[in-house]
């Protein structure tokens, strides 16, 4: 029984080869397992974490975003309750 695994088609230095079984949806390539045996080990973990790192930067920017919007917020807030302090304190003289 034969396995296959799918790969992106920027892992493998030996490009030639993993090219003829390109696929057109998403760079995907589909390899037999016996072929995998063959591959560089460290192409794989650099795109791993690659791709793990650029997860993280959406995330943290994602999370940027949200705080500075919080402080928005805040900062609205701050002047909305002065505003208010102001006045109650000039409707009291």
């Given amino acids: 029984m034969s396995q296959t ?3 992106p088609s920027d892992i493998s230095p030996r490009g030639a080869r993993l090219a003829r079984s390109h696929t057109a949806s998403g760079g995907m390539q589909e390899l037999k397992l016996p072929e995998l045996a063959g591959l560089a080990f460290a192409p794989l973990v650099r795109y791993l974490h690659n791709w793990w ?5 959406r995330h943290y920017l994602i999370c940027a975003d949200v705080e500075l ?3 928005r917020e805040a900062q609205q807030n701050v002047a909305y309750y ?3 302090a102001a006045l109650a ?3 009291r003289h």
Avoid: W
């Avoid at 790192?53 to 930067?57: H, S, T």
């Fill in 53 to 57: 790192m650029q997860r993280a930067e």
């Fill in 5 to 7: 695994v799918k790969i």
């Fill in 82 to 84: 002065q505003k208010r």
């Fill in 69 to 71: 919007q919080r402080a």
């Fill in 89 to 91: 304190r000039a409707a």
